[in-house]
């Protein structure tokens, strides 16, 4: 339980965020769930609910306490890393509007894990992906679809909710496409002619009309269509191909990456159609090795060979 206070100190974050940081609905989702279960542990740990005065007390050994009771509770150390990140960032904003001091939060170190580096398909597994999903509906529309879905997550590195999310105002689809991603970042990217051209054999066989606003893809009733639907047929796919698990819609976006780079694209240019912020990011999807990065660095650099 958390006090009138608290609750209304927590609603402003959260919209802060969602105004000022522009997080996703789903982050913002996420976000509240990690603080309201770290509230709700301080209040069963002391004994009291969490308002603005208890929260501004809390120590090192509460912290410890919490965090031990997640691990506890069987919470794997990534999720608790994203959960105390969540803590770390509302209780820096609380401690600057309320004037207390933050260290005790702010000082606690996050649990270490091993990132996992994403798993790109090979190039022939990937266009062996976009033919098996074809064959997997059985209405002739509904395959039309998965192929121009599975084709722009592969041929544009679109990430599966911006491709779910282009409307019909988007079509039909122009040589380079505006789209909004993470946090409100535009970015422009090309579409190959086999995007363009698997998106309009769905357009053509889609049975159920196109309202501006409305999204193209459909579900089978002709509502919006579903990242799990997607999700579904490649893992039909992949088990028939004998793919990894790992194989899955984000894959396609790691794919689109990694082969821009083994054929011979930057990672500067990478990172632009992906809508990175760092070039580190950019650097681990395309699981690029030391090798490879030092052939990038010996073209590009004006340095390199002196």
Known sequence: MISPAMSAALDSWLAHQRALKGAAENTIAAYQTDLLGFLNFMTLHHGEAQG????????????????ASER????????LARSLSAVKSFYRWLADREGFEPTAVLSTRSPKFQKKLPRPLAVDAARAMIDTVEVQA????????????????????????????????????????????????????????????????????CPHPMEPDAPIFRGARGGPLYPKAIQSVMAQSRMQLGLPATATPHALRHSFAT????????????????????????????????????????????????
């Open 52 to 67: 603005l005065g208890p929260i501004s007390r809390i120590t090192v050994s509460d912290m410890r306490a919490w965090m």
């Open 72 to 79: 506890a509770r069987g919470v794997a150390a990534r999720s």
């Open 138 to 205: 059985r209405e002739p529309w509904i395959a039309a679809r998965d192929v121009a879905v599975v084709t722009l997550l592969y041929g544009c590195g679109l990430r599966i909710s911006e491709a779910l999310g282009l409307t019909a105002k988007d079509v039909p689809l122009p040589a380079t496409l505006r789209i909004l991603g993470k946090g409100g970042k535009e970015r422009l990217v090309p579409v190959i002619p086999a995007a363009r051209a698997a998106v309009n054999a769905y357009l053509d066989a």
């Open 259 to 306: 082969h821009l780079l083994n054929a011979g694209g930057d990672l500067r240019s990478i990172q632009e159609l992906l809508g990175h912020a760092s070039l580190s990011t950019t650097q681990a999807y395309t699981a690029v090795d030391t090798a490879r990065l030092m052939e990038v660095y010996d073209a590009a650099h004006p340095r390199a060979d002196g």
